[in-house]
């Protein structure tokens, strides 16, 4: 097995690993006979108008049939993503997109205020995020050491996300350029899904770097990188309590 879907397997273990929504630009009954190989169900499929890419949600998928998606992943023959669990969940993301819409893989002045300042704002409260660069913005990841009430990470990522679009418009930006949405959302369980770490976007071709204080790494430092967040930034239980508490002083 590539180091590498090992990697993506230990980050991504609190989500379920038996569905997915894959990107693929690959279609036709002989493909689709060999993606449901192993009892894999399709739920449905679409064709959307970006490069022609099939999006296929697949549910049923045995382990090893998971392995194969993620070494295809990896190799960037497709584009893996994951949902999150109905109730509770020990990953959480807010997933920030330029709201325009023309032009809007450019990364406007509004985004980069915005993900210095969540990427602060989340450090000082001792989550230190994972950042990867998303096409039209961001996704900035958080792990937990065990999983959490879905009501409580949603009341934490809203205060947060608020805080932010706040200080976006108290330094004079047009906080309604910045579209934040957060996961897991309580109000949209089961939809909506996130691409994993190690993807290529669909619309740019661009590797989801990681993105520091100084800057986007390249591909192979962006994978030290997230091999390295894996290893030594896990959340504590103990300390989300505390930045539930501290992010709460202000409402």
């Given at each position: 097995?590539?180091?590498?879907?090992?990697?993506?397997?230990?980050?991504?273990?609190?989500?379920?690993?038996?569905?997915?929504?894959?990107?693929?630009?690959?279609?036709?009954?002989?493909?689709?006979?060999?993606?449901?190989?192993?009892?894999?169900?399709?739920?449905?499929?679409?064709?959307?108008l970006?490069?022609?890419?099939?999006?296929?949600?697949?549910?049923?998928?045995?382990?090893?049939?998971?392995?194969?998606?993620?070494?295809?992943?990896?190799?960037?023959?497709?584009?893996?993503?994951?949902?999150?669990?109905?109730?509770?969940?020990?990953?959480?993301?807010?997933?920030?997109?330029?709201?325009?819409?023309?032009?809007?893989?450019?990364?406007?002045?509004?985004?980069?205020?915005?993900?210095?300042?969540?990427?602060?704002?989340?450090?000082?409260?001792?989550?230190e995020?994972?950042?990867?660069?998303?096409?039209?913005?961001?996704?900035?990841?958080?792990?937990?050491?065990?999983?959490?009430?879905?009501?409580?990470?949603?009341?934490?990522?809203?205060?947060?996300?608020?805080?932010?679009?706040?200080?976006?418009?108290?330094s004079?930006?047009?906080?309604?350029?910045?579209?934040?949405?957060?996961?897991?959302?309580?109000?949209?369980?089961?939809?909506?899904?996130?691409?994993?770490?190690?993807?290529?976007?669909?619309?740019?071709?661009?590797?989801?770097?990681?993105?520091?204080?100084?800057?986007?790494?390249?591909?192979?430092?962006?994978?030290?990188?997230f091999?390295?967040?894996?290893?030594?930034?896990?959340?504590s239980?103990?300390?989300?309590?505390?930045?539930?508490?501290?992010?709460?002083?202000?409402?």
């Amino acid at each position: 097995m590539d180091h590498r879907v090992g990697l993506l397997k230990e980050f991504y273990a609190g989500l379920p690993q038996d569905r997915v929504k894959l990107e693929i630009r690959e279609h036709g009954f002989a493909f689709l006979e060999k993606l449901l190989s192993g009892g894999v169900t399709l739920d449905y499929g679409e064709l959307t108008l970006t490069d022609l890419l099939h999006k296929y949600k697949l549910t049923n998928i045995p382990p090893y049939r998971m392995d194969e998606l993620l070494e295809a992943h990896v190799a960037k023959r497709c584009n893996v993503c994951l949902y999150f669990e109905p109730t509770a969940n020990s990953l959480f993301c807010f997933n920030l997109d330029n709201n325009h819409k023309t032009n809007n893989t450019v990364i406007i002045p509004e985004m980069d205020y915005a993900v210095k300042a969540l990427r602060d704002l989340l450090c000082v409260l001792g989550c230190e995020p994972l950042i990867l660069a998303s096409g039209r913005g961001y996704h900035v990841w958080g792990r937990l050491e065990r999983a959490v009430d879905n009501d409580r990470l949603y009341e934490f990522l809203s205060r947060a996300a608020v805080r932010i679009l706040a200080q976006l418009h108290s330094s004079g930006f047009e906080h309604q350029k910045i579209k934040f949405n957060v996961y897991p959302d309580k109000r949209i369980r089961g939809v909506v899904s996130l691409r994993l770490f190690g993807s290529e976007h669909a619309k740019n071709k661009v590797f989801s770097k990681v993105c520091t204080p100084e800057g986007l790494l390249d591909e192979a430092a962006s994978w030290a990188y997230f091999e390295n967040y894996l290893a030594s930034r896990t959340i504590s239980l103990e300390t989300f309590d505390a930045a539930c508490v501290e992010l709460g002083r202000s409402f």
